[in-house]
Each structure stands twice: as C-alpha cells, then as structure tokens.
C-alpha cells in the first residue's frame, strides 16, 4: 500500500515521466526518498547553504527570496507544488542555494540524495533522460534571453527586467527594490521609471507600495 501511494506521488514528478510502472514501484521499493511536512513560515533552505540533495514540493506554497549580490534589492515569488527546486545546482562548480525558500502553508516534500540520484540515473535510462533535458532546458532558456529583440519602450524593459530576474514568468511576484535603484538598472532617469510605473499600476498590472513592487500575475504582464 505504501509503495502504491508512492508510486502516485512519482507519477506527477517531471524526473520519472515515462517510467513504467513496474520500474516506478522497483523505485519505490528500493530508493531511500526522505518525507517531511512542514508548517507556513518554516524555512526549506537558506542562501548559501550546501545542496546535495533534489527537494521536490509535493503540495503547499513556496516563498522563494532571490537576493542581489550587493542585497540592493530582492525579489520574492510563489512556487506552488508539485515542483522540484535548484536540479542545475546538484552539480557543476557552484552547488549552493543562490534562494531563500520558506514555506507559505503548510507543505510535504520529498528529498533524494545526490547518491541516490547518481544511481538511478546509471540504473533508469528514462530518468537519466529527463534529468538531462530538464537541466539541457534551463540552460537554453537563459541562454536564448541574449538574443531576444530589445524593448521598444522603457515600460517594455521594465517588464523585461521583472521578467529575467524571476524563476518562473508566472505567478505572483514581489520586487523589493527602490526606484533609485530601478532606474539605474535599466540606465534612466528616476522621473521617467516612475511615470512608467504609474502607468502599468493604473492598467491594474502591477501595485505599488513603500520601497516595493508586487505583481499579481507576472504572465499577465509580460502579454498586456
């Protein structure tokens, strides 16, 4: 009953997608998964802090605080489940969480250890497949934003910057970031982000507030 009731869980996980189930419940058997639940307001990882391990969001919300390198300004977004965090950090020179992930509600997650994830990459053909394109596919996605076409407006690099400092170009998103700070970033005057600002808050894309920037549905920004 056990392995079944994991074998569910596997299903909806991008990493064992295209697994039979007779190799999924092998996996369910045989690999060491750690389970967790957690309460809103624990935190998941610090900044800076060793990642060997694959964290998966079974269920709940996640509050993921990215900060800038001089902590001038930071961004916090909404992950919800099911989602799996920071594979491209599992490997490579830098395996450190560059986020600080803290749970908005009450949420289950799932670990494995680099370990176990070596081994059922040498063992699965299929999860070493997809583990290949999920990390072949951020590594696309950030270097295609080289080459996108500039912004015409200075609201369009608004949007841009908004856009290229997310995890995902979905969701809510709030900018912890001062005007002055907003206006060097993109190399204009202060006066002329703020009349770009005012614009998109009276189009109901985007709310302003004290040293901060929210925004509702950044997909929705992004195609106004």
């Known amino acids: 009953m056990q392995e079944d009731k994991l074998y569910d869980t596997l ?22 998964f750690d389970f967790q639940k957690i309460e809103g307001g624990e935190t998941l990882t610090e900044i800076g802090e060793p990642y060997h391990r694959l964290l998966f969001l079974l269920s709940g919300e996640v509050a993921v605080e990215t900060m800038a390198d001089d902590r001038g300004y930071r961004i916090v977004e909404t992950i919800k489940a099911p989602e799996v965090f920071m594979i491209e950090r599992l490997f490579g020179y830098d395996q450190h969480s560059p986020h600080h992930y803290v749970a908005r509600n009450d949420c289950s997650l799932m670990s494995i250890s680099k370990k176990e994830v070596l081994r059922l990459a040498k063992q699965y053909e299929i999860f070493h497949i997809n583990l290949l394109n999920l990390i072949s596919t951020q590594a696309q996605r950030s270097n295609r934003r080289l080459f996108r076409v500039p912004p015409k407006t200075l609201s369009d690099s608004i949007i841009r910057f908004f856009e290229n400092h997310c995890l995902r170009p979905a969701g809510e998103k709030n900018f912890h970031i001062k005007m002055d700070r907003l206006a060097q970033e993109l190399n204009v005057k202060r006066l002329k982000v703020s009349v770009a600002l005012n614009e998109l808050e009276t189009q109901g894309l985007i709310e302003l507030h004290r040293g901060r920037i929210s925004i509702p549905a950044l997909e929705k920004l992004i195609n106004r």
Not at 13 to 30: E, T
């Open 11 to 32: 299903l909806n996980l991008p990493l064992f997608l295209g697994m039979s189930r007779a190799d999924l419940l092998q996996i369910a058997g045989h690999t060491k």
